[in-house]
């Protein structure tokens, strides 16, 4: 049964950080393309974060260029995001993908909320 499971999300004031996890399972994380992305009511989700699968290319919105950092620990499983200097925007429903392009097969976790105050 594949999963993900992120964690890590919460309330955070403008200009701080948080960081958020997401382990993997049920599937070859090892080979799969991890990316993070983000949803607020009423808008489509957008991408934010990708790691290619040995972890040695990030690929990252603009908006969040120089300000998030993505990466990974395929001995645990895991994928990170480092979110600093966070603002109002950043607010949102963080969710996890595991892609598979050669298979057109990608998994989604749950999401975490992270909710950022002015």
């Known amino acids: 049964q594949v999963q993900l499971v992120e964690s890590g999300g919460g309330l955070v004031q403008a200009g701080g950080s948080l960081r958020l996890s997401c382990v993997g399972s049920?599937?070859?994380?090892?080979?799969?393309?991890m990316s993070w992305y983000r949803q607020v009511p009423g808008k489509e989700r957008e991408f934010v974060a990708g790691i290619t699968s040995s972890g040695g290319y990030g690929r990252y919105a603009e908006s969040v260029k120089g300000r998030f950092t993505i990466s990974r620990d395929n001995a645990a499983s895991t994928v990170y995001l480092q979110m600093n200097s966070v603002n109002p925007e950043d607010t949102g429903v963080y969710y996890c993908?595991?892609?598979?392009?050669?298979?057109?097969?990608?998994?989604w976790g749950h999401g975490t909320q992270v909710t950022v105050s002015s």
């Open positions: 993908n595991a892609g598979f392009v050669a298979l057109g097969t990608e998994y």
């Open positions: 049920g599937f070859d994380f090892s080979s799969s393309v």
